[in-house]
C-alpha cells in the first residue's frame, strides 16, 4: 500500500497570529466562509477587500488565534474601521457594503488591540 500524499497545511505559518475570515452571503445559494489564501487572512487585507468589493455580501468577520486560544466576532470593530477610513477620506461607503455596516453599526476598541 503507497504512502498518501498529505494536503497543504489550514494552519497559518507563523504560530502566534490573528487572522480574520469573512462570512459571505450568495442568496439562494446560501452562504459561507471565503475561501482565502492564508498569507491574505490578515486585518489589513481583509479590510482592503471588503473595501475593494470583494464580497458579495459580506454577513460577518470571524477573528482567532490558536496560539492564544481565542476566537470571537470582530464585525462590530470591523465597520467602525471602515467608517472611520471612509469619514477621513469623505468618501462613500461601497453599495455592497452597506448592509454589513447597518447590521454592525458600532464604535468599538481597535480589533488589533483585543484577544478572547
Given at each position: ?6 494536503g497543504p497545511s489550514i494552519i497559518p505559518g507563523e504560530d502566534d497570529q490573528n487572522v480574520y475570515l469573512v462570512?459571505?452571503?450568495f442568496g439562494y445559494i446560501g452562504r459561507c466562509w471565503r475561501e482565502t489564501n492564508v498569507n491574505s487572512t ?75
Amino acid at each position: 500500500m503507497g504512502k498518501s500524499k498529505e494536503g497543504p497545511s489550514i494552519i497559518p505559518g507563523e504560530d502566534d497570529q490573528n487572522v480574520y475570515l469573512v462570512v459571505d452571503d450568495f442568496g439562494y445559494i446560501g452562504r459561507c466562509w471565503r475561501e482565502t489564501n492564508v498569507n491574505s487572512t490578515d486585518l489589513e487585507t481583509v479590510i482592503t477587500d471588503l473595501l475593494d468589493g470583494q464580497y458579495n455580501d459580506p454577513v460577518r468577520v470571524v477573528g482567532f488565534n490558536t496560539a492564544e486560544g481565542w476566537a470571537r466576532d470582530v464585525s462590530g470593530e470591523i465597520a467602525a474601521e471602515i467608517r472611520r477610513r471612509r469619514d477621513l477620506q469623505i468618501a462613500d461607503i461601497p453599495a455592497g457594503l452597506e448592509a454589513f455596516m447597518d447590521r454592525h453599526q458600532s464604535r468599538g476598541v481597535d480589533v488589533e488591540s483585543r484577544g478572547p
